[in-house]
Nanobody, 118 residues
């Protein structure tokens, strides 16, 4: 599975950005796709995810501000980010979750920078 992100950039607090991730390769094997971001202590924390059945999950910090969606025809997952805050500044990574032989295997994009600053 290959993942290519787009849509990062710089925005003022309160602004909006939309991230997109296009998947290619063995997309039939993907159970869920999502977005993670790198924390200052170098952990990747879940921002939002969506399963093939369209179940969604959001980090508490972004609930009500971010919306994840998927376009199956385009093999794309999008993250609409509204009311952005400086603490949303991070590198955002697209993730694809697969389970070959019932063991989780993750694929990652290269990341896209989001900067929220006045």
């Amino acid at each position: 599975v290959q993942l290519v992100e787009s849509g990062g950039g710089s925005v003022q607090p309160g602004g909006s950005l939309r991230l997109s991730c296009v998947a290619s390769g063995s997309i039939f094997s993907i159970y869920a796709m999502g977005w993670y971001r790198q924390t200052p202590d170098n952990r990747r924390e879940l921002v939002a995810s969506i399963t093939r059945g369209d179940s969604t999950n959001y980090a508490d910090a972004v609930k009500g501000r971010f919306t994840i969606s998927r376009d199956n025809a385009k093999n794309t997952v999008n993250l609409q980010m509204d009311t952005l805050k400086p603490e949303d500044t991070a590198v955002y990574y697209c993730n694809a979750e697969t389970y070959p032989d019932n063991v989780r295997l993750d694929f990652w994009g290269h990341g896209t920078q989001v900067t929220v600053s006045s």
